[in-house]
């Protein structure tokens, strides 16, 4: 049987506390079972979670623990809802990619088809490229709001 690895990830608690994780965990366990696939397990759970960790940064538990047992072959695919789940940074983005691809596993969203054809790649990297852009105008927005609150003296 194919063994999936599901990976889910929010930023904030605030996301996975408004079903940010449980509409990721719905999709991906309803596109395991259609498929036949079962399911790898973390440390007794068997998704891969990281709830509020930046979808920037590359240090993150879950991912970490999932690259591993990518690389010691115990997953035949990674499940993931969305490319920008995986990561925010372009780079980031295609060095996973490249690792799972390197290690023979399959790499699937549920927001999209993976299309390996050139014009399947390159729009791949367009989307990361995206939520590269929507990752720094969050940040953006969100260093605007504190300095607009410590003016307001809250």
């Known amino acids: 049987m194919t063994q999936a690895a599901l990976y889910e990830q929010v930023s904030t608690d605030a996301q996975a506390e408004r079903y940010g994780l449980a509409a990721q965990d719905w999709g991906l366990r309803k596109r ?4 036949g696939y ?6 007794g759970r068997d998704a891969f979670v990281d709830d509020g960790y930046s979808g920037g940064d590359l240090n993150r538990p879950a991912l970490s623990r999932l690259r591993q047992a990518v690389r010691e072959g115990q997953v035949d695919v990674v499940l993931c809802y969305d490319p920008d789940r995986l990561s925010r940074n372009l780079s980031d983005l295609l060095l996973l990619t490249d690792e799972v691809e390197r290690a023979w596993v399959r790499l699937e969203f549920i927001t999209q088809e993976t299309d390996a054809s050139p014009e399947g790649r390159m729009f791949f990297a367009m989307r990361g490229a995206v939520a590269e852009y929507e990752r720094g105008k969050i940040r953006e927005r969100t260093i605007r709001g504190r300095l607009q609150k410590a003016r307001e003296g809250d």
């Open 32 to 35: 395991a079972q259609e498929r």
């Open 38 to 43: 079962g399911l790898a397990t973390d440390g």
